[in-house]
C-alpha cells in the first residue's frame, strides 16, 4: 500500500483495486484512500496507464541536469498539477473522494552570515492533497523522491491486482 503522513498528522493509504469488466476479469485499476485506517474515498478509475507514465516522468525529471533546479529533490515534470482524480460513477456523478497533485515553489530567505545580506532559495515540492466523501481535507508535502518512491508503489501494486492474463500467463503491465 502506498502511503503518506499527512500536515496533520493523519495517514493516507492508497490502495490500488483492480477495475473489472462485464466477465469479472481485472483490466485496470480504481484507488481506494484510507484514513488512519478508514475508507476515505474512492477516485481515479482506470487511471493505472496514467500513475504508470507519472513515475517516468518523475524518475526522468530526477535524472535531469536542470540548471534551475540544481537539488534533484525540486526536479519535477513540467506540469503544474501532476494528476487530480476523482470519484465518478457510471451516471457521471462526481462524489467519493479526490486525490490531487500539484506544484509549488516555496522561497526561503536564507540571512547572510554578517548584516542583512542574504538571498532567497527556491524550492519546488509536490502537494498531495485528498479529499473524502465527508469534505475533510488532507496534505501531504512530498519532495520528488518520495513522490517517485510513492507513484512508483501505486503502480508496482497495481500490477499485482492485475495479476497474469489469461491468454498467456505474462504479467499485466499497465
Not at 493523519?10 to 462485464?22: E, N
Not at 484510507?34 to 500513475?51: I, N, P, S
Request: proline share 5%.
Amino acid at each position: 500500500m502506498g502511503g503518506l503522513r499527512c500536515l496533520d498528522g493523519s495517514y493516507l493509504t492508497v490502495t490500488p483495486v483492480a477495475c473489472r469488466d462485464g466477465a469479472g476479469s481485472p483490466y485496470e485499476i480504481t484507488l481506494e484512500l484510507h484514513r488512519d485506517g478508514a475508507l476515505y474515498g474512492t477516485v481515479g478509475e482506470r487511471c493505472g496507464r496514467f500513475l504508470t507514465r507519472l513515475a517516468r516522468g518523475v524518475a526522468e525529471a530526477r535524472a535531469g541536469h536542470a540548471a534551475h533546479w540544481p537539488d534533484p529533490d525540486d526536479r519535477f515534470p513540467d506540469d503544474e498539477e501532476l494528476f487530480a482524480f476523482r470519484y465518478r460513477a457510471r451516471n457521471e456523478v462526481v462524489g467519493g473522494g479526490e486525490l490531487r497533485c500539484r506544484l509549488r515553489t516555496i522561497p526561503t530567505w536564507v540571512p547572510g552570515r554578517r548584516g542583512p545580506d542574504g538571498e532567497w532559495r527556491l524550492a519546488r515540492r509536490a502537494f498531495v492533497e485528498a479529499g473524502g466523501g465527508d469534505g475533510a481535507g488532507l496534505r501531504a508535502v512530498l519532495t520528488s523522491a518520495e513522490l517517485g518512491v510513492f507513484v512508483e508503489t501505486l503502480v508496482a501494486e497495481a500490477g499485482e491486482c492485475l495479476g497474469p492474463q489469461k491468454s498467456d500467463n505474462s504479467t499485466r503491465t499497465l
